[in-house]
């Protein structure tokens, strides 16, 4: 059985920092392209990071670029993301995903499989 499994959220102030990571397991990712979304209460689900299965090309949304950073271990099957200058707008579950097609994660917002979340709160 596939899972994927998030943690390093929390609390934090706005300007903080938060490492994301992503643990996958039931089978092996290296050949997958891998990402990140959030969710706001009473929001949309939002792309917000992907990394392509050679870890060479990351695609961001622009509201996080310059402030996020996707990256991938694909020996631990693992994806991260390390999020500085945070801000409240921030505010939101954030959910590990991935999908065959890099495309389609960064352009149709499609996965494979998906995590269940991990709640990530930037106080003003």
């Known amino acids: 059985q596939v899972q994927l499994v998030e943690s390093g959220g929390g609390l934090v102030q706005a300007g903080g920092s938060l490492r994301l990571s992503c643990a996958g397991s039931g089978r092996t990712f290296s050949s997958y392209a891998m990402g990140w979304f959030r969710q706001a209460p009473g929001k949309e689900r939002e792309f917000v990071a992907a990394?392509?299965?050679?870890?060479?090309?990351?695609y961001y949304t622009d509201s996080v670029k310059g402030r996020f950073t996707i990256s991938r271990d694909n020996a631990k099957n693992t994806v991260y993301l390390q999020m500085n200058s945070l801000k409240p707008e921030d505010t939101a579950v954030y959910l590990c995903a991935v999908d065959g097609r890099f495309g389609d994660m960064k352009d149709r917002y499609e996965a494979d499989y998906w995590g269940q979340g991990t709640q990530v709160t930037v106080s003003s």
């Open positions: 990394i392509t299965w050679t870890g060479t090309i990351t």
